[in-house]
């Protein structure tokens, strides 16, 4: 079955950075767009960006354009998240999930990992 596991969360201060990795099994991941959501407490999931299946193309949430990138590497059926100059506002859960259609819409996602916490203090 299809597996998303999410890695690399922590407790950092503002202005620190972090990368995320997600790392996929049970499908053939070059086939399938990857996105980045989050998730803060008492918050309905958020979009924060998604990368094509070929990483030609991405698409960053306003709030986070600039600060974070999306790669990934198909050789190694990975995507990461690197996000830099945090805030407190980034707390949140980050989930990755697949999609076969390059969306910001979470409904177009069909496998989702379980997600790690990122926590920013000021």
């Known amino acids: 079955q299809v597996q998303l596991v999410e890695s690399g969360g922590g407790l950092v201060q503002a202005g620190d950075s972090l990368r995320l990795s997600c790392a996929a099994s049970g499908l053939t991941f070059s086939g399938y767009n990857m996105g980045w959501f989050r998730q803060a407490p008492g918050k309905e999931r958020e979009f924060v960006g998604a990368i094509s299946r070929s990483g030609g193309a991405t698409a960053y949430a306003d709030s986070v354009k600039g600060r974070f990138t999306i790669s990934r590497d198909n050789s190694k059926n990975t995507a990461s998240l690197q996000m830099n100059s945090l805030k407190p506002e980034d707390t949140a859960v980050y989930y990755c999930?697949?999609?076969?259609?390059?969306?910001?819409?979470?409904?177009?996602?069909?496998?989702w990992g379980q997600g790690t916490q990122v926590t920013v203090s000021s």
């Open positions: 999930a697949a999609a076969l259609i390059f969306s910001k819409e979470p409904e177009q996602y069909r496998s």
